[in-house]
């Protein structure tokens, strides 16, 4: 007797875990931050920590 799912088989991705590029995820994070510092004031702050975090991931 075959078992019922309900519904279609659904197929899982591969895996891709450890091959997201940091680089995306800044690209993703700065514009928004951008324009959260700018709404609040804060664009001295954002700009330093934007530089040391762009300096990090370039070690």
Known sequence: MAMQTGGPARRRR???E???NPFVALAIALPVA???AYAFGGWH??????NTMVQL???
């Open 34 to 36: 951008a324009l959260l």
């Open 14 to 16: 591969a895996s891709t």
């Open 57 to 59: 991931m370039g070690h």
């Open 18 to 20: 450890g091959t997201r």
């Open 45 to 50: 702050q954002f700009a330093l920590q934007a």
